[in-house]
């Protein structure tokens, strides 16, 4: 165990560098420092009615769930619908975005492996 406490709530730092316009994003920092306690990093982010991530891509899977919203997801030339308690699984090396074409924010965990 990596601490004295059975659960430990992490802290967050936001992260506005390259964000686009109407986004809003919110990195946890994962215990253990150097030697993280997972081999993953999570953060928290969202996007304003009307408002997209822009393009991403890297090496590494990466998981999106879904919290709150609707949007359309782009992915490897795939288009899909998405909305609250979706998970998406997200392989290596693919360009994906999200655009939130609902009528309030769409709120969305990301989890993705560490290189």
């Not at 936001?14 to 809003?24: D, I, R």
């Not at 997972?38 to 009307?50: I, M």
Request: charged share 15%.
């Amino acid at each position: 165990m990596f601490s004295d406490h059975p659960v430990t709530k992490l802290s967050s730092y936001g992260n506005s560098t390259g964000t686009p316009p109407g986004m809003l994003l919110n990195v946890f920092n994962m215990p253990g420092g150097d030697d993280p306690v997972a081999p993953f990093e999570v953060s928290h982010w969202s996007l304003e009615r009307g408002a997209d991530s822009g393009i991403d891509q890297h090496p590494v899977r990466e998981l999106w769930l879904i919290a709150t919203g609707s949007g359309v997801m782009t992915c490897g030339g795939m288009t899909l619908d998405v909305s609250a308690g979706d998970v998406m699984s997200v392989e290596p090396d693919q360009p994906h975005t999200l655009v939130n074409t609902g009528d309030g924010p769409c709120e969305v965990f990301s989890v993705w492996w560490s290189e």
